[in-house]
């Protein structure tokens, strides 16, 4: 018998949680949009991160544009990113929402054409 390693079942893996900062409920971190302020020496500016894995400090949206409008109305970027963000930006982030909405109907529209 070897020692150290008993024969338990394997828990399963605990699935992220974020909350949105439009509507403030909290869901699965791949079914949210993450919206990202790169590092300050990087230069960057806000963006949408569709992978997920850019370097800086995250803030999470649902794929909606609803959300977006609540999280501008309630000035959350600003608080999440502890900066003031222009509105140029979240000019920005609705077009980019609104290109990955389509997208997404897109793919949606040929998964279900391809069905048939």
């Known amino acids: 018998m070897s020692e ?3 024969n338990q079942a394997h828990k399963p893996r605990k699935i992220p949680v974020r909350r949105c900062i439009g509507c403030n409920e909290h869901k699965e971190k791949r079914s949210l949009l993450r919206v990202v302020r790169p590092p300050e020496d990087s230069g960057g500016e806000i963006s949408l991160d569709p992978t997920g894995k850019r ?5 999470y949206v649902c794929p909606n544009a609803e959300c977006l409008k609540k999280a501008r109305k309630r000035n959350a970027l600003s608080h999440a990113f502890k900066c003031r963000v222009p509105d140029e930006v979240y000019a920005q982030l609705e077009t980019q929402l609104a290109a990955i909405e389509a997208e997404s109907l897109a793919e949606t529209r040929e998964e279900t054409s391809n069905a048939n």
């Open 55 to 59: 370097n800086g400090r995250g803030a």
């Open 4 to 6: 150290g390693k008993t």
